[in-house]
C-alpha cells in the first residue's frame, strides 16, 4: 500500500472548517483512499473513503485532487468533540486483497474553543 | 446496534504470564481484526480471521495467536508476556471478507494490557 504523509498537528477554531492535508503522492490508480480518526483512549472511527470523484457524508468531504497524488479531508464546522488523531491510509479494495490498515502517525487535530 | 465488544477493558499482568483477550463482534459481521497499538509504533496490525481461519498476519512473533469462533467472536493470546507488550490491543470488525467495496472497519474500544 502507497505510504501517506500528514502534518504532525493542526488547530482549528470551533465553528470553523477544519481542512486536513494528506499527500499521497505514490498511489497505484486501484487505491483508495481512507480516512479514519481516533479520539483519546477509543478505538479508530472510520470517517470516509474515496477513489477519484470527490465524496461526501454526514461527518466529512473527502476532496482528491485530480492526479489523486494528494487529498484533504474537510470537517465543515467543527467542534470541541472532532478534537483527535486523523489518519489518512490508502489502500487496494480488491478481491482477496489483503484487508489490513497500514496506519502512519497521522495529524493531532485540536479545535479550540 | 451493538457495536464492537471487547473484554477486559483493562488488563495488568506479570512478565512471562500469558493472557487471553476477547472480541465480539457486531452481529452479522464474520471478519475480525486485530491491532497493537503503542506510542512507539503507533497502530500495527497483528492478524485477521474470517469464518474461523486466520487469513492474513502481521509481523508479530509467534507468541501472538489468536482463534475465531463459529459464532465469529475472536480471542487473541499473549504468551510468555514481556514488558514491551504493554499496549492499547484494538479489535475491528467488518461485514465481509472477499468484497469489491469496503464499508470501513468498526473499532472496539480496546483492551489496555500493562505488564509489570
Known amino acids: 500500500d502507497a505510504k501517506t504523509t500528514q502534518p504532525p498537528s493542526m488547530d482549528c477554531a470551533e465553528g470553523r472548517a477544519a481542512n486536513l492535508p494528506c499527500n499521497h503522492s505514490t498511489i497505484s490508480g486501484n487505491e483508495y483512499v481512507y480516512w479514519y480518526r481516533q479520539i483519546h483512549s477509543q478505538g479508530p472511527q472510520y470517517i470516509i473513503h474515496g477513489l477519484k470523484n470527490n465524496e461526501t457524508n454526514e461527518m466529512a468531504s473527502l476532496i482528491i485532487t485530480e492526479d489523486r497524488k494528494s487529498s484533504t479531508l474537510i470537517l465543515p464546522h467543527a467542534t470541541l468533540r472532532d478534537t483527535a488523531v486523523y489518519y489518512c491510509?490508502?489502500?487496494?479494495?480488491?478481491?482477496?486483497?489483503?484487508?489490513?490498515?497500514?496506519f502512519g502517525s497521522g495529524t493531532q487535530l485540536t479545535v479550540l474553543p | 446496534k451493538a457495536g464492537v465488544t471487547q473484554t477486559p477493558r483493562y488488563l495488568i499482568k506479570t512478565r512471562g504470564q500469558q493472557v487471553t483477550l476477547s472480541c465480539s463482534p457486531i452481529?452479522?459481521?464474520?471478519?475480525v481484526s486485530w491491532y497493537q497499538q503503542t506510542p512507539g509504533q503507533g497502530l500495527q496490525f497483528l492478524f485477521e480471521y474470517f469464518s474461523e481461519t486466520q487469513r492474513n498476519k502481521g509481523n508479530f512473533p509467534g507468541r501472538f495467536s489468536g482463534r475465531q469462533f463459529s459464532n465469529s467472536r475472536s480471542e487473541m493470546n499473549v504468551s510468555t508476556l514481556e514488558l514491551g507488550d504493554s499496549a492499547l490491543y484494538l479489535c475491528?470488525?467488518?461485514?465481509?471478507?472477499?468484497?469489491?467495496?469496503?464499508?470501513?472497519?468498526?473499532f472496539g474500544s480496546g483492551t489496555r494490557l500493562t505488564v509489570v
Open positions: 491510509i490508502v489502500r487496494v479494495d480488491s478481491m482477496g486483497s489483503a484487508r489490513q490498515l497500514t
Open positions: 475491528a470488525s467488518s461485514p465481509r471478507f472477499l468484497d469489491t467495496k469496503d464499508y470501513g472497519y468498526t
Open positions: 452481529s452479522g459481521h464474520r471478519s
